[in-house]
């Protein structure tokens, strides 16, 4: 892991803060101390649970898996976050509780870290932040809820399908064995799903 310096190199997290704050460029100043951008190489940990953090990341390039450990050593992935997307342990940030997860990179990654202070300056600065800030969060908690229940009531086949439409890019860019472990399968479930949708949509050619 490494520190970088470069805060105009972070144009994904201006591109959020312009999209999601409506923040003027000419604000982007008063932010730059209020961030911290690392890169982080694949295998690397963000979080190790047991870590008490305080900081939230945002993923500027690369993607990173969070997931915990059972007492018998089985994996299970939470969430995978990839470029544009945000990873934080919330009873950890907010309430200042030993982390029950991991967070490590899948890929060479680059993360933007931030703490409170970031959002107490948007919100000074950029009153309207608050509204936006609160939008974010009921969009993140609605998605938990729509996962929680295809986890509970989806097939194997329809959590396959709902990740499809959501990661379209992360098949390619995520082992098969992670993807079972947050769909809540087993690789041989995901196996047997792959191969009965690749059975539906092959359409053999009879030549004479």
């Not at 932010?31 to 694949?42: A, H, Q, R």
């Not at 089985?74 to 940030?93: G, T, W, Y």
């Not at 990179?105 to 608050?130: G, R, Y």
């Not at 086949?157 to 079972?180: C, G, H, N, S």
Request: glycine share 2%; hydrophobic share 40%.
């Amino acid at each position: 892991m490494c520190t970088i310096n470069a805060f105009s190199m972070v144009t994904n997290f201006i591109k959020f803060l312009e999209q999601n704050f409506h923040l003027p460029s000419e604000k982007f100043d008063k932010l730059e101390k209020y961030i911290t951008c690392k890169s982080f190489s694949k295998g690397d940990y963000l979080v190790r649970q047991g870590d008490v953090i305080t900081d939230t990341f945002f993923i500027e390039k690369g993607l990173v898996r969070m997931y915990s450990v059972d007492p018998s050593g089985k994996e299970h992935i939470l969430q995978f976050a990839c470029e544009n997307r945000i990873v934080l342990d919330r009873s950890s940030v907010y309430f200042n509780k030993p982390s029950q997860f991991f967070v490590d990179a899948i890929e060479d990654t680059v993360t933007v870290s931030f703490n409170q202070s970031l959002l107490d300056v948007l919100h000074e600065i950029q009153p309207e932040t608050v509204k936006n800030n609160e939008l974010l969060l009921q969009n993140h908690i609605r998605h938990l809820q729509f996962r929680i229940n295809m986890l509970l009531s989806a097939s194997a086949e329809e959590r396959y399908l709902d990740f499809i439409k959501q990661f379209p890019d992360l098949t390619l860019r995520v082992p098969q064995w992670m993807i079972a472990s947050y769909l809540g399968i087993t690789p041989e479930s995901l196996s047997r799903v792959r191969k009965t949708l690749a059975d539906k949509n092959f359409k053999p050619s009879h030549k004479l």
